[in-house]
C-alpha cells in the first residue's frame, strides 16, 4: 500500500527538509534490511507552505517506525494512489 506522510513545518527550510529527507530515507533503508517492509518513494518540500510530504511503500506501521527511527515528527498519514507516466491509461482500468 502506498502513503502519503504530511508535515507542517514552520519555519523549516530547504536545506532542513532536505536533511529530514535524508534521514527518512536512511532510516527506511536501515528498516528495510532488518526484514520490514517499507520503501521510500521520495519526497516534496513547498517552502511557501512550509510543508514537507513524502511518499512511501509499506504500511501505515511500518511507517510510524520509519520516523520514530529517524527521529522526524509528522501530522498526517494518508493512503494515497501513485499516478505515474501516461494517467488515461490508469483511468481506463
Not at 535524508?22 to 518513494?41: H, I, Q
Not at 509528522?74 to 505515474?84: G, K, Q, T
Amino acid at each position: 500500500m502506498y502513503f502519503i506522510v504530511e508535515r507542517f513545518w514552520p519555519g523549516s527550510t530547504e536545506s532542513t527538509a532536505l536533511a529530514a529527507m535524508g534521514r527518512l530515507r536512511a532510516s527506511c533503508e536501515r528498516l528495510s534490511r532488518a526484514g520490514v517492509n517499507v520503501r521510500w518513494l521520495g519526497g516534496t518540500f513547498v517552502p511557501s507552505d512550509e510543508t514537507l510530504s513524502c511518499r512511501f511503500e509499506g504500511t501505515a506501521h511500518a511507517i510510524r517506525a520509519v520516523h520514530e527511527f529517524a527521529g522526524e515528527s509528522f501530522d498526517r498519514i494518508l493512503p494515497m494512489v501513485e499516478l505515474v507516466g501516461d494517467i488515461s491509461e490508469q483511468v481506463d482500468q
